[in-house]
């Protein structure tokens, strides 16, 4: 089972800054959150993952509270194109062998 | 530097025939995951392998369904007496040994329909 909470969905006018939180209340020390999307039926596509420290990369910025307990995937100025599933993911890092376990997700609808 | 190359995108087989689904991994990857994603639905995860060897098939079906990575060549998911409730997405991620920094690339998925 997945050990994350999304909401099913979330709505976001086109340009503004989409928001998605995930909480991981039981993660562990050596987890880290990892953040994937599908965009319709495609194959899912990384976007971004951190330990401890926020992160930020050319599609998105990720927030991690102090404890550890959530995040939020903050996309800049969203656009239509970033309508899909968004998939936060918490899984131990340095190991290649252990599976990505994937929830329902968020549903992004982005509008103009 | 080509992605994870999944063919064929569309296949279609009457009940009872074999399927056979071809992941071929990006340069540099020995690790290949294997997921179903059924329609509506979230992506599950079948089979781990690496090169010549299973290392975790903790979600594979225990009948008509096997996976192998041989030393040369593509991944292959084989599903033997296909039914219905085979009909699928089925997608092919890789990564390095140490694939955790940036997680799997997936592949564009090969759509199963079983008629």
């Known amino acids: 089972d997945a050990k994350t909470t999304q909401p099913p969905s979330m709505d976001c006018a086109e340009g503004r800054a989409a928001n998605l939180p995930c909480n991981h209340s039981?993660?562990?020390?050596?987890?880290?959150v990892y953040w994937y999307r599908q965009i319709h039926s495609q194959g899912p596509q990384y976007i971004i993952h951190?330990?401890?420290n926020n992160e930020t990369n050319e599609m998105a910025s990720l927030i991690i509270t102090e404890d550890r307990k959530s995040s939020t995937l903050i996309l800049p100025h969203a656009t239509l194109r970033d309508t899909a599933v968004y998939y936060c993911i918490v899984r131990v890092g340095g190991q290649a062998g252990t599976a990505l376990i994937f929830g329902k997700g968020t549903t992004l609808s982005v509008s103009s | 530097n080509a992605g994870v190359m999944q063919n064929p995108r569309h296949l279609v087989r009457r009940r009872g025939q074999e399927a056979r689904l071809r992941c071929s991994p990006m340069?540099?990857?020995?690790?290949v995951y294997w997921y179903r994603q059924l329609p509506e639905e979230g992506l599950k995860f079948m089979v781990y392998?690496?090169?010549?060897?299973?290392?975790?098939e903790s979600g594979m079906p225990k009948e008509r369904f096997s996976a192998e990575f041989p030393k040369e060549g593509p991944s292959i998911l084989r599903i033997q007496q296909v039914v219905r409730g085979d009909s699928a997405a089925y997608f092919c991620a890789s990564s390095t040994q140490t694939g955790a920094n940036y997680g799997y690339t997936f592949g564009s998925g090969t759509r199963l329909t079983v008629v």
């Open positions: 392998l690496q090169k010549e060897n299973i290392i975790d």
């Open positions: 039981t993660i562990s020390g050596n987890e880290y």
């Open positions: 951190g330990l401890k």
């Open positions: 340069k540099g990857h020995s690790h």
